[in-house]
């Protein structure tokens, strides 16, 4: 079992069950590296803002960029979902936004479904989305390409946003 699915089954606090979920996902590099998918150099917990190659960063670096990414990611998810949520509900739309962008909650159709009352259907748009053609595309797309890690973190996401912990 994952780190975020027991904190989700203690009845944590949504930035707990995300932070963990994110830990689960990005791991801690405390070394830059160039991440292909995303096009971005990368440090720690996924932290992408002003790295830069050959940057190096201390575990409490790492702890301080975790904390501020997350704030950030929470700080979407209040602005653009008025729906009331639960804590692992929250959970999958914060870590979601920490690995998209805040565009998988804002202006997207996920928004759409949770803030008219569907958030079931919201929940289902992280793995299930469609584009315009009504191809199936989920977010799990990165530079073009369909990832398979992406897949997985998005399944992660959605089960915890429906309520599956095990």
Known sequence: M???QK??????TAVAIASAMTLDWEGTVNKAYFDRAGNV???CAGHTKGVRAGDVATDAQCEAYLEQDQADARGAVKRCIHAPLTESQRAAFIDAVFNLGPSVVCGSTLQ?????????GACL??????DRRGNSVGWTHAGGERMQGLANRRVD????CLGYFR
């Open 2 to 4: 994952k780190r975020w």
């Open 41 to 43: 150099w990368t440090i």
């Open 112 to 120: 759409a479904k949770a803030n008219s009352g569907d958030v079931i």
């Open 7 to 12: 904190l989700a089954m203690s009845g944590a």
């Open 157 to 160: 996401n959605r089960n915890a």
């Open 125 to 130: 748009e992280l793995t299930d989305a469609k």
